[in-house]
Each structure stands twice: as C-alpha cells, then as structure tokens.
C-alpha cells in the first residue's frame, strides 16, 4: 500500500514513515500541499495523511483542490491535527475527509486505518 | 436694576444711625433751649432794669411827695394866726421889745411844737425854722435865741415876686442844708420870710436808708449843681468809690443830657440811674452792680460756651462716628474675609470629595485595568498554551511513535535491529529534549511574566526565543516566517520577558493580520509572510532596533493614532481586549524605547521598536557581566 504524508513537521514524517515502514507499506514525505497535490497527481497513492495546519496551504485547502483535480484519482485522506478540537473536525469531514487523527496517535490508530483501506472500507472523497 | 449705594452708607449701621438721630435732635434741643434762654435773659435784662427804674421812680416820687407835704405845712405856717398875729400887732405899732413879744413867743412856740411834732420814724423832720422881716432882720429862730452864736447870716432868701415856697440847698457853717423859705403876707403884702432847714439825716433815713426793695448797691442825694448832699453806699465797693469821685458832676448831671425822669448810664461794672427830683433842687442817684443784677454771665456768654460745647460734641461724635465707620470697615472686609475663607473651604471641602470621587473612578479604572490587563494575559496564556499544546504535540507523537515502533519490534523479535532501536531512542531522546525546552520556557514565562527586572540582555536572543513560542504555530497557519538578525549579539538593558510578551504580542496581531487577508483575499497566490528583523546604529546615540514587519491587511489612516490606545481594538470582542498594544507601549516605554507604527491600508504594518544600547559588544567583552552570562 501507498501512502502519502504530508506535514511541515520533520518529526511527524519520520515517526509515521518508520510506523508504515513497519506496517511493511510504502510512505512518501512532502512538507507542504503544494507538493502534495503534484504526488497525488503523479503516482498513485492508496491514502494520504495531512496535516491540517501547514504554511501556504492547509489541510482543508488542499482536500479542495485535490477534489477539484480532474486529473487525479481521488484519494482517501486523513486530516492530522495538534489540536483536538470538534470545530476543526467537522470542518474537516464536511470537506471531505476520510478520517481526523488527534495527535499524538502511534501504531494502534494508524493499523484500524490500514486495516479499513485494505478492505476498501475508504474511498476518495 | 441694581441701585449702588455709596460704600460708606452701607456701612452705616443702625445703632449708628440712631445715635446720629439722636445728637442732632439733642443739637437741635440745645439751639432751641439756648435761644429761648438768651430770650429769657434779655427779658430778665430788662426787667431787671425796669424793675429799678420803678424803684428808683418810686423813691423819686416819695421824695417829691414828702417836700409837697413840707411845702405845705409851710404854707400853712405863712398863714397861721399866730405870724398873722404878729404882722397885724406890728402893724398896729407895737414895739418890738415890748408889744410883740408875746407874738414872737407864740410863733417860737409853734414852730418849736412843730419840730417836735412833725416826726417821721421817731425823728424830727425840721431842724430850724427862722423867720425874717423883709430887710433880712432875724425876727425869730428856734435855735436857741442867741442869734450871734451860730452866726447865722440872716437875709431873705426868695425873691419879691416869689409867691410859693421853695426849697434850695445852702452851706451853712461848711455844712450843706436843705432849706425851704416862704413869703409871709399881710394884707396881700409881703411882710415876711419863714425859713426852714431839714433835718437831712431823718430825711435820709426815710428815704435813702429805706430797706432796698431791690438789690441796690447805694443812693446818692446831690444837689441839681452836683454837690453831694447825703450817700448811703451799702457795701461799698472800689466801684461805688470810682464812681463817687471819679465821674464828673456833668455826666452826672442828666437832666441834660438825658431827658426825662430816669436814665440809666452804665459805668464799668456799675449801672447808675439819676432820677431828679421835680419840686426840689436835687438828684436821687441809685446804683447797682450790675453782676449781682443781672449776673456776670452775659447771654452772649452763655451762646459762646454753649456754641463751644455743641462744637465739642460734634466734634467728638464726628470722631466716634469716623471710628465707628472704620470698624465697621474693618468688620465689612473681616465678614468679606470669612466669607471667602468659608467659599474656599467649601470649595476645597468640594474639591476634596471631587479628588475623592476621581481617586475612586480612577482606582475602579485601575482595577478594571489590572483585571482586563490580567483576562488580557490569561487570554494570551491561554492562546500560548494552546500554542504550547501544539507544540508538545509534535515531539510528542515522536516519542510515542518512536517508543511503540520499540515495543513492537521487540514483541516481534528479529524484526527490529539493534541500530533501528538506536536510532529510535536517539529520536526519542532528541524530542523529548525538546520538549523540556518548551516546558522550562513555559515555566520561566509563567513566573518572570509581569516583572520588569531589567538586566542586560541581547536582543537577537530575546527575539529567538520569544518568536520560537509561535515558530510552529506559524508555521502550521502556513505563516512565512523571515528572520534576519544584525550580524553582532545587541546588549540593551531590558526585561526579556517582558520583551518575549511584546513580540508575542505583535507577532500575534501580525498572524491575525494576514490570515484576516488571506480570507479576503481574490488572489489564490497570496503568501502571508511575516518577517522579524533586528539592527542596531552606531554613533554618540547608539540606537537597537527591532522590526516586525507583515503584509497583512494594513492599518487605516483613521485608526492608526489610536492603536496605542487602551482597550481600542478591532478584533471581536472575544478575541482581544485591546490591551495588547497598549501594554506593549508601556513595556517599551518601560525600557527607554520608542514603538512606531508605519502602515498602508491593504499592504501591511511594520512595527518598529527603538531601544538605547546599552553597551555595545566590543566594550562589553571586557566587561565582568560577560561571564555570568556564559555562565
């Protein structure tokens, strides 16, 4: 499986590209949505994890964008977030997304998420 | 409209006033009683002298009527039987020595019973009777009968033609005599002279040594010629005696030079009156003293002493008055005194309570300040602490992955190397490490919030360590976050977390400032940026600067003179108190710096903080404090 990090934080990507490495999944790391949004429309990807605070674009952002992209294969994505706070989550599943993942969250969290896109529980938005 | 009245009338007080009333009627009163004594006076003047002019017309009077009487017992004697009788024998031829002597005998015997009968108060009013035939020849006389004993010149005394008796004063023996002499006839032929003298002291005593009726002083009898006859002075005085011989017989004599029965002449002190006698050769002269008369105080006296007296009243009622007003003066300006003493008490008392009350309002202000200044800091803690929520997260999910991706390696055995595990615990180590720094900053923010300590710091480390709270809050708002520092360590004399707060604080507004554009925004290329700058100048004013720069909304021109202001905000009213700035200002101000805005609506803000260097690095090298700083 194929997966998609995308998050300014340095820390984030290496903790959750070793978990998936673990997983035995493939993760690739981008900093920002604007590199993310050209992933997604370059390689295939089974699911992105965003992070919803970013410079230049957020997560919603580019949950919009990527909808907007005729080109590419919708993509179930899962908003990250420091904060764990209800409005951010609504705002984030009214726009779409698959899944919202409070940090900090390990290998449990992530391996129910793999688990349902496996089982093509998700599907883009 | 108001009537001005003289200052001093005002003053006029009523007791015043009536005292004033009061004098005038008494001056009043006085004049009144003074003219109606002057009148009394005079009046008294003058009956007085009235009053001695009656006396004096009565004495006259009693005086003439006596000698009428004299006259005619005279006359009656002319026509006795007896001289008759003697007329009648001589002229049947009789001798002298022989046939008339009988007659002579009952004339001598009737005029001796005459002197002994016609008395007055027990004295004889007759001294002498005489008579003599018409050559002079003596044919009788009372005294005695030895003719050449007294040596009396004999003669007639009146004239032929003298028909009526007459009185005249003669000098007998170097003695004056009032005699009367009158014709005998027979026959109606004048045969004769009956001659009598009077005795002046029994006269006198009548008349002149009468109890005075009136205070006179003293009489005097004198002939018509001005010889003294008889005087009677009472007490006499130098006055009576100046007058007595010193006024010549013609002022004496008034008849001539005044008119009529009395005049009174005034001599010195005296007042004398003459008063002649009509049927007799003589004068009655009165004086008085006029003192005892009629007073030594003289109406014109009694005007001047009174006059003196009322000016002296006036006079000194002017004093009391003239007093009176300068107390009262006085009394007006000590009232007007008081008066203002109490309008400045008052109004100090007013001012008092208005310091009170404001003292208040501005203590309830201040209070409402420090709690809004407090709500203001809890807000930002509670912003930062979210911040700090955020922040923790990140390592956090680091250490958790870090350490779980540990665990279950282990769990599965083979699958995890030994030099995964290093590298895991390396990374766990290394945000946990960074975690500590957050919290120890937290702690130290917490406690030295609020202090202005000042001790000498450098401002690029300041601004490193308070723009790192918000690094990843910025970063996760997609927030372009460009920092330039000046290239050499600035020391300048402030409290850093004071300063910590102050960049929070602008760098917070700036955050707001361009997410506000971004939403508004019709460009999708717009990039927010924010970058923070520190330089300093050199020079006799050493100045370090810090610039906080965004390209946000930009402040308008109307309220950019305000947003110093306390409690002026624009944001909502759950986001900011609009003590921010403000709190900023006096931070600033707190540390001899300067902030200043310059800012264009719709392209952004750039806030600019000036400080004083403190000491710049080349002198601070050698300086003791670098030490306890490495340290």
């Known amino acids: ?125 | 409209m108001h009537l001005r009245v003289p200052p001093w009338l005002t003053i006029m007080s009523k007791p015043l006033m009536s005292i004033l009333a009061v004098c005038l009627i008494l001056l009043v009163y006085m004049g009144f009683l003074l003219t109606t004594n002057y009148k009394n006076q005079v009046a008294l003047h003058q009956s007085c002298l009235k009053t001695f002019k009656l006396d004096m017309g009565k004495r006259g009077a009693s005086i003439e009527y006596f000698f009428s009487e004299r006259k005619y017992d005279l006359v009656h004697l002319a026509s006795s039987h007896e001289i008759s009788g003697y007329f009648m024998n001589k002229s049947f031829g009789m001798s002298e020595n022989y046939g008339l002597k009988l007659s002579f005998f009952l004339i001598k015997k009737l005029l001796k019973n005459i002197i002994l009968s016609k008395l007055i108060h027990g004295r004889e009013i007759y001294k002498r009777f005489m008579m003599v035939d018409n050559n002079g020849h003596c044919l009788v006389d009372t005294f005695g009968g030895h003719i050449d004993y007294h040596n009396f010149f004999y003669k007639k005394f009146l004239s032929d033609n003298q028909k009526t008796p007459e009185i005249f004063v003669k000098k007998i023996n170097g003695k004056l005599e009032i005699m009367m002499a009158v014709p005998c006839f027979y026959k109606n032929k004048l045969s004769g002279e009956l001659v009598a003298i009077l005795n002046l002291s029994s006269f006198a005593i009548n008349f002149i040594n009468f109890p005075h009726s009136f205070s006179t002083e003293g009489f005097e009898l004198i002939t018509r010629d001005g010889k003294y006859l008889y005087g009677n002075y009472g007490k006499i005085s130098d006055f009576a005696y100046k007058f007595r011989f010193n006024i010549p017989v013609e002022k004496r004599l008034t008849k001539k030079t005044l008119p009529g029965l009395l005049s009174v002449h005034e001599y010195s002190k005296i007042l004398v009156a003459v008063q002649p006698i009509d049927n007799a050769p003589l004068d009655l002269i009165g004086w008085i003293d006029k003192n005892l008369v009629l007073g030594s105080f003289e109406p014109w006296k009694l005007f001047a002493v009174t006059g003196i007296i009322a000016i002296i009243i006036l006079v000194s009622l002017g004093i009391i008055i003239r007093i009176n007003i300068e107390n009262m003066i006085l009394q007006t300006r000590f009232n007007e005194a008081e008066k203002q003493h109490k309008l400045i008490t008052e109004k100090n008392r007013q001012l008092k309570s208005e310091i009170i009350k404001r003292y208040k309002a501005e203590k309830d202000l201040e209070e409402q300040r420090t709690l809004r200044i407090r709500s203001d800091r809890l807000r930002s803690l509670g912003e930062m602490a979210a911040g700090m929520a955020h922040e923790l997260n990140q390592p956090l999910m680091g250490v958790r992955g870090m350490s779980e991706l540990i665990l279950l390696g282990i769990n599965k055995k083979d699958s995890i190397s030994l030099e995964k595990i290093q590298r895991h615990a390396k990374i766990i180590m290394e945000q946990s490490d960074r975690m500590v720094h957050i919290i120890k900053h937290v702690r130290l923010f917490a406690r030295e919030a609020g202090s202005i300590e000042k001790s000498i710091e450098d401002l690029n480390e300041v601004v490193n360590s308070g723009m790192s709270l918000l690094q990843a809050q910025f970063k996760s708002h997609g927030i372009a976050l460009e920092i330039s520092f000046s290239p050499t360590p600035v020391f300048v004399f402030i409290n850093p977390f004071s300063l910590e707060e102050v960049i929070l604080n602008l760098l917070g507004n700036a955050r707001d400032a361009v997410e506000e554009k971004k939403k508004i925004s019709v460009k999708l290329d717009y990039t927010p940026v924010v970058s923070i700058s520190t330089w300093y100048s050199n020079g006799d004013k050493a100045m370090a600067y810090l610039e906080i720069k965004d390209n946000g909304t930009g402040i308008s021109k109307d309220i950019s003179p305000k947003i110093f202001d306390p409690f002026f905000t624009t944001k909502a009213s759950d986001k900011g108190t609009g003590l921010g700035l403000s709190i900023t200002k006096s931070i600033i101000e707190e540390f001899n710096g300067e902030i200043t805005l310059n800012s264009k609506e719709g392209k952004g803000s750039i806030f600019t903080i000036n400080f004083p260097i403190y000491i710049m690095e080349k002198t601070y090298k050698g300086n003791k404090c670098i030490e306890d700083i490495n340290n």
């Open chain 1, 1 to 125: 499986m194929r997966i998609l990090i995308i998050d300014d934080e340095e820390i984030i990507c290496n903790t959750l590209n070793d978990i998936f490495d673990f997983m035995g999944h493939t993760a690739t790391c981008v900093d920002n949505g604007f590199y993310g949004l050209k992933e997604i429309e370059n390689s295939d990807y089974d699911a992105a994890f965003v992070d919803i605070k970013m410079p230049g674009m957020d997560g919603i952002d580019f949950l919009q964008r990527m909808k907007e992209m005729s080109t590419a294969k919708p993509v179930p994505v899962f908003i990250m977030t420091g904060h764990g706070d209800e409005n951010t989550r609504d705002e984030a599943i009214i726009a779409g997304a698959s899944g919202f993942l409070c940090k900090p969250f390990g290998y449990t969290e992530l391996q129910e998420i793999t688990d349902k896109i496996m089982e093509s529980e998700y599907s883009g938005p």
